[in-house]
């Protein structure tokens, strides 16, 4: 079955370090999602890509989130500088199109001390 | 913020009963979906029904819609202790291409 690879799996790093984080959608899924999971706010959506193209990155802090597509096999996801609040498990997932079900990676577990 | 909410947060069963999870939203939907989450896993996808459909099934789920209460409910028949995981429902409101989850219901399987 065809899946959403995201790299790395964890991460740890200091408080000020960047961040990237990468997924890889499914051949064929024109949308892209990046999610933000934690005990306290659920599931929140960052971001996401219509064909490569940046929709709503609305749930995003823009002054230290990015979020990119280069291609269509590549979406990114960049926090600089990072803090302690952005510690959470970062999903990608992608669909189809709109409105169609979501296929999900397994999420980076992302630590900042 | 999330539009959805699920009743209840945590529900423990023996195995071998249904376990029933309800879920609620606020505005019209194109259709409504849920989701499983095992533990350390991303959301898998596990059925979708939409706006004009009353009930779906697929295998041993059944999902009920009631736009009228704005409400869903899933029912997991015969559990397994597999079926432990947090079940998360999303509606896809219209004229909103984001899909909006719910908080999740934690179900526990006693073997």
């Known amino acids: 079955d065809a899946r959403v690879t995201q790299t790395p799996r964890d991460k740890v790093t200091e408080m000020g370090q960047e961040v990237t984080m990468r997924c890889q959608p499914i051949l064929g899924h024109n949308t892209v999602f990046w999610y933000r999971q934690t005990m306290m706010q659920g599931l929140e959506l960052l971001a996401y890509?219509?064909?490569?193209?940046?929709?709503?990155d609305s749930g995003m802090p823009k002054d230290r989130f990015s979020a990119e597509m280069p291609d269509a096999t590549l979406a990114t996801l960049k926090i600089q500088p990072s803090e302690p609040r952005d510690s959470a498990v970062y999903f990608c997932?992608?669909?189809?199109?709109?409105?169609?079900?979501?296929?999900f990676g397994d999420g980076t577990r992302l630590s900042i001390l | 913020s999330q539009q959805g909410e699920e009743d209840p947060q945590a529900l423990s069963i023996q195995e071998g009963e249904n376990a029933t999870m309800n879920c609620s939203y606020k505005?019209?939907?194109?259709?409504l979906q849920w989701y499983r989450q095992n533990s350390g896993r991303g959301l898998v996808h596990l059925i979708l029904?939409?706006?004009?459909?009353r009930e779906k099934h697929s295998g041993r789920l059944r999902v009920t819609l009631d736009t009228s209460k704005k409400s869903s409910s899933l029912l997991i028949t015969a559990s397994r202790a597999a079926d432990t995981a947090s079940y998360f429902c999303?509606?896809?409101?219209?004229?909103?291409?984001?899909?909006?989850f719910g908080t999740g219901t934690r179900l526990t399987i006693i073997p």
């Open positions: 997932a992608s669909a189809r199109d709109y409105y169609q079900p979501q296929h």
């Open positions: 505005t019209s939907i194109n259709n």
């Open positions: 029904i939409r706006s004009n459909e």
């Open positions: 890509f219509r064909n490569r193209a940046p929709l709503d």
């Open positions: 999303a509606n896809a409101p219209l004229g909103n291409e984001k899909l909006t």
